[in-house]
C-alpha cells in the first residue's frame, strides 16, 4: 500500500486547509485511516482517525476544528482544518492501519498500531 499525502501549504493563522491522502494498491475501504504530526523537535502525536465504518476519533488539541472524512470509492481520506494556529505547523502524514479482527468501529490513536504511512506533507501557520 502506497500513501501519498497533499494539500499542505503555507497560511495565516485562522486559515482553512484541506490535506488528501489517496491510496493505492488495496482498496482504501478495508483500513482504519489515521492523521497523525508532527513538529520540529517533537514527537508525532496523533491527530484524527476514522473506522471502516466512519467512526471518527479526534486530539483534544484539534476537536471543533478538524473534520477527518474518507471516499472509498476514491481511495482518499480528507482532512478539514479551520481555524488554524501557529501551533498546528508540522509535517502531516497518512497512515493505514489494518485493523486486522476489529470491528467496523474501531478507529486507533496510538502510531505503533499503523502498519503504513505516507511521506508527509508539511503544513505552515504564520500568525
Known amino acids: 500500500v502506497q500513501l501519498v499525502e497533499s494539500g499542505g501549504g503555507l497560511v495565516q493563522t485562522g486559515d482553512s486547509l484541506r490535506l488528501a491522502c489517496t491510496s493505492s494498491g488495496r482498496t482504501a475501504s478495508n483500513y482504519v485511516m489515521g492523521w497523525f504530526r508532527q513538529a520540529p523537535g517533537k514527537e508525532r502525536e496523533f491527530v484524527a482517525a476514522?473506522?471502516?465504518?466512519?467512526?471518527?476519533r479526534y486530539a483534544d488539541s484539534v476537536k471543533g476544528r478538524f473534520t477527518i472524512s474518507r471516499d472509498d470509492a476514491k481511495n482518499t481520506v480528507y482532512v478539514q482544518m479551520n481555524s488554524l494556529k501557529p501551533d498546528d505547523t508540522a509535517v502531516y502524514y497518512c497512515a493505514a492501519d489494518l485493523g486486522l479482527g476489529r470491528s467496523n468501529l474501531y478507529a486507533s490513536e496510538t502510531r505503533e498500531k499503523y502498519d503504513y504511512w505516507g511521506q508527509g506533507t508539511q503544513v505552515t501557520v504564520s500568525s
Open positions: 476514522i473506522s471502516r465504518g466512519g467512526s471518527t
